[in-house]
C-alpha cells in the first residue's frame, strides 16, 4: 500500500519534471538555428488537441505569432510549417532525396491501398503508376464518363427515399456520399465492381475506410477491431479484383474501354506487365483516393446552392442558356457542353478553394533542408508541413475570402499554365504550381492526376441536381454548417438538412 502510494508520487514527481523541463527548455533555450517553436504545455502531445480540433484557426493563429514558417509538437513528431506560396514550393517541390511522402503516409495508407502500389513501392515506381492512371482518363474516356455519371445521378434521385414527392428535407453528406460512391464507380471501376457495389462491395468499402480513422496515424498496426476489419477487406477486395481480371483475361466478361483494361495493358519502363495484384491494388486505390475529397465538396456545394438559391437559379438559367433546344429541354449532358458551364466549373472552383478537403500536406525531411530566406535549417526526422488552403482563404490573394462567391473567378481568366512553369516528373507536363495561391490539386511529384475526373464528376453532379431541383435553406437557419475536423477531412458538421423541391413543372 505504502510502497504503491510512493511509486504513484514518484511517478508524478517525474511527470510534473517533464513537462516544467519542456516548457523551460521552450522559454529559456530556444533553437536559434531552427524555426521557432509554437508554445506547448505537455510534452509528445504538444499542440495536437487545437491542431486536430480546428488546424486552419491553429495554422492561421501561429502564423499570426511567428509568421509563415513555425514549428509544433504533434504526438511526439516536430512538424515544421511553412506557409504562403513560399511555403507551398517548399514543400511540393522539394527535392526526393530531400523530402519523403512514402514514409509519412505509408503507415497509414498501405494497410489500405495495398502492396507494391502508392507509397508502398520507390517514387520513381509510383510515377510510373500515375502515368498509367493519368493516361487511362482520356478525352474519349471522359466522354463516356459524363454520361455514366449522369445516369447514376438521375437513377439515384428516381429510386432514393431521400427525393421522394415534389419536396423534402435532406440531410446532404450521407446523400452525396452515396451518390459520389456510385458516379465514381460506374465511371472508374467499371460494370462488375458497380453491380457489387450495392451488396458485397458496401461493407467492404466501409471496412476499408475504416483504416483512414486518425488515431492509425500513430497506431497503424494495433489490433483494434478496425484494423482487423481493414486487413480483411483489403484482402478480400483485391481477390475480387483478381477475379475480374482473370474472368477479362479468358474472355468470359464483353471486352470494355475502362480502367481495368487500360491497366491490363500497360507495362513498366523494364518491359514488365503491370502484375495482376498491382492493378488490383490501384483500382482499389482509386476507389478510396479520391472519394471523401470529392463527396465533401459535393456536400458543400449542395449547402452553398441552399445557402445562395440565387446561384442555383442562375445556373439553371445557365444550362437553359448553353444547352436547351429550341423547346427550352435540357438535353443529357455530354463533355463538350461542360465546357460551355462556366458557372458550373466556377462554382466547383470556388467551393474548393474554401473548403479544401485537406488543410495539411506533409513529408518527412531526409536531409538537413535550410528554409530560403531565413536562418533556418530544418533537421532530419522533422516532418514538414504546407497549407494550400492557407493561402486559398487568404484575404492577400482572395479579398473577402470567407464569402462564397463563385462571381470572383469571373474576370480572372483561366490561369494559364507559364512555360517556364512546365515540369514532368514521369506522369505527363503539368504546372509546378510555385507561383499560384490556389493549389486544391497539390503540386510537384506528389499532384493530383485525378483533378479532370473529380472536376467533370462534380460539375455534372451539380448540373443534374440543379436541372431537378431548387434549395434553399431549412426556415430560420443561416449560413452553412460548421467544419468537422475529426476524419482528417474537413467535412460539414451534421445534421446539414437543406430544403429541397422539385422543378417538374418546368419539363427538365
Ligand atoms: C475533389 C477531389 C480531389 C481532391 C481535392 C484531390 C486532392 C489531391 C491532393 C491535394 C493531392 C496531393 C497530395 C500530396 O501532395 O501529399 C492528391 C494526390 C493524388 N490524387 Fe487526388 N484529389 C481529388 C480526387 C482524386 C481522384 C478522383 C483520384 C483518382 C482518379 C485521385 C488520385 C490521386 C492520386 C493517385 C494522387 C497521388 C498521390 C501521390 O503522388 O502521392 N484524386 N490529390
Ligand atoms: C524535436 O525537436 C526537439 C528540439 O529541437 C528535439 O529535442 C527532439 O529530439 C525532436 N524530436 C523528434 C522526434 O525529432
Ligand atoms: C484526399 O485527401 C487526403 C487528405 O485529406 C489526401 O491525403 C489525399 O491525397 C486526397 N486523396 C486524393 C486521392 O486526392
Not at 500500500?1 to 511509486?7: A, D, G, K, Q, Y
Not at 483478381?242 to 491497366?263: F, N, V, W, Y
Not at 466547383?348 to 535550410?370: C, D, G, W
Not at 474576370?411 to 507561383?435: A, F, H, L, Q
Request: neutral net charge; contains cysteine; hydrophobic residues 40%.
Amino acid at each position: 500500500m505504502l510502497s504503491s502510494l510512493t511509486l504513484a508520487s514518484a511517478f508524478l514527481a517525474l511527470c510534473i519534471a517533464c513537462v516544467a523541463a519542456n516548457i523551460a527548455r521552450q522559454l529559456l533555450f530556444p533553437n536559434k538555428k531552427e524555426p521557432p517553436v509554437v508554445f506547448h504545455w505537455l510534452p509528445w502531445l504538444g499542440s495536437a488537441v487545437s491542431y486536430g480540433r480546428d488546424p486552419y484557426k491553429f495554422l492561421f493563429a501561429a502564423r499570426a505569432k511567428h509568421g509563415d514558417v513555425f514549428t509544433f509538437v504533434l504526438l511526439g513528431r516536430n512538424v515544421t510549417v511553412h506557409l504562403g506560396i513560399a511555403g507551398n514550393d517548399f514543400v511540393f517541390n522539394g527535392k526526393e532525396t530531400h523530402v519523403n511522402a512514402e514514409e509519412i503516409y505509408g503507415p497509414l495508407c498501405t494497410p489500405v491501398f495495398g502492396e507494391d502500389v502508392v507509397y508502398d513501392c520507390p517514387n520513381a515506381k509510383l510515377m510510373e503508376q500515375k502515368k498509367f492512371v493519368k493516361f487511362g482518363l482520356t478525352t474519349e474516356a471522359l466522354k463516356v464518363h459524363v454520361r455514366l455519371i449522369e445516369h447514376e445521378v438521375v437513377d439515384y434521385i428516381k429510386v432514393s427515399r431521400e427525393f421522394k414527392g415534389p419536396s423534402g428535407i435532406v440531410n446532404v453528406p450521407p446523400v452525396i456520399a452515396q451518390i459520389t460512391i456510385f458516379t465514381a464507380a460506374s465511371a472508374l471501376q467499371g460494370p462488375e465492381v458497380r453491380s457489387k457495389l450495392t451488396n458485397e462491395f458496401a461493407s467492404l468499402y466501409h471496412d476499408l475506410d475504416g483504416g483512414f480513422s486518425p488515431i492509425n496515424f500513430v497506431l497503424p498496426h494495433a489490433p483494434f477491431p478496425h484494423n482487423i476489419k481493414r486487413d480483411r477487406a483489403q484482402l478480400t477486395m483485391r481477390k475480387i479484383y483478381e477475379g475480374i481480371i482473370a474472368d477479362r483475361r479468358a474472355g468470359k466478361l464483353p471486352p470494355t474501354t475502362d480502367m481495368i483494361s487500360h491497366l491490363m495493358q500497360c507495362s513498366y519502363k523494364d518491359g514488365r506487365p503491370v502484375p495482376d495484384k498491382e492493378i488490383s491494388n490501384m483500382m482499389i486505390t482509386i476507389l478510396m483516393a479520391g472519394q471523401h475529397n470529392s463527396s465533401n465538396v459535393a456536400s458543400w456545394i449542395m449547402l452553398h446552392l441552399a445557402n445562395e438559391p440565387r446561384i442555383c437559379e442562375e445556373l439553371y438559367q445557365e444550362q437553359l442558356d448553353q444547352l436547351a433546344d429550341e423547346n427550352g429541354n435540357l438535353p443529357e449532358l455530354e463533355l463538350r457542353d461542360m465546357e460551355k458551364l462556366q458557372l458550373h466549373s466556377s462554382v466547383v472552383k470556388e467551393t474548393l478553394r474554401m473548403h479544401n478537403a485537406i488543410h495539411s500536406i506533409m513529408r518527412l525531411v531526409k536531409r538537413p533542408l535550410p528554409v530560403p530566406g531565413t536562418p533556418w535549417t530544418v533537421p532530419p526526422g522533422h516532418a514538414v508541413l504546407a497549407s494550400p488552403g492557407i493561402s486559398a482563404n487568404s484575404e492577400e490573394y482572395f479579398p473577402n475570402p470567407t464569402k462564397w462567391d463563385p462571381h470572383r473567378w469571373d474576370n480572372r481568366g483561366i490561369e494559364e499554365d507559364d512555360e517556364s512553369e512546365m515540369v514532368d516528373y514521369g506522369y505527363g507536363r503539368m504546372s509546378r504550381g510555385t507561383k499560384s495561391a490556389y493549389l486544391p490539386f497539390g503540386g510537384g511529384r506528389h499532384r493530383c492526376i485525378g483533378e479532370k475526373f473529380a472536376y467533370l464528376n462534380l460539375e455534372v453532379i451539380t448540373a443534374v441536381m440543379v436541372r431537378n431541383f431548387r434549395f434553399k435553406n431549412i426556415d430560420g437557419r443561416e449560413g452553412v454548417p460548421g467544419t468537422d475536423y475529426s476524419t482528417m477531412f474537413s467535412r460539414p458538421l451534421e445534421p446539414a438538412e437543406i430544403c429541397w423541391e422539385r422543378r417538374s413543372a418546368e419539363g427538365a
